[in-house]
């Protein structure tokens, strides 16, 4: 099973129709049951399409909390300049693949300047761990690799 077809049988669809374009158009009403504001440090606004904060799943929520307080906190400075969570679409914006787990919440991408698909990027070692030993998974160790992206898994 992929993490799409259980995220949808255990949470439903998020989206109410999908676009040629690869974008869907979100179920607000699933967004408002489903999700989570989770607060930026102030000095991540910069990039931030949603300015101080960003959506993401409830369940995925709280860890996600404890691993930007880390990040935030640690005495090697990681400039998180870009970030997002919540994203209604298909993988790669092609509609004849499943939704992206960005589009149920259970995803975030950070500094995709730096950190672009095939490439090793920069995030470090430690944030790498940090994400890890909350039961997220980085795209980072994928065969293609996406150093960006990061996904809950401890739910599925
Ligand atoms: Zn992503």
């Not at 930026?40 to 930007?68: C, K, M, Q, R, Y």
């Amino acid at each position: 099973m992929t993490l799409a077809t259980s995220l949808h049988s255990k949470y439903g669809s998020p989206i109410l129709t999908s676009l040629p374009s690869g974008w869907c158009v979100p179920d607000w009403r699933w967004v408002a049951k489903n999700t989570n504001f989770v607060p930026l440090p102030s000095d991540w606004n910069d990039g931030n399409p949603d300015g101080d904060h960003i959506l993401i799943h409830l369940d995925a929520s709280v860890s996600l909390f404890a691993i930007l307080e880390v990040i935030e906190q640690s005495p090697t400075r990681y400039p998180v300049n870009q970030i997002y969570g919540l994203s209604m679409r298909h993988k790669m914006l092609d509609p004849s693949r499943s939704l992206s787990a960005h589009s149920y919440g259970f995803a975030i991408d950070i500094n995709w300047d730096t950190n672009p698909v095939g490439q090793r990027g920069d995030i470090p070692d430690w944030i790498v761990a940090a994400f890890e030993v909350h039961d997220w998974v980085w795209g980072g160790r994928w065969s293609v690799p996406d150093p960006m992206h990061f996904e809950y898994r401890g739910d599925t």
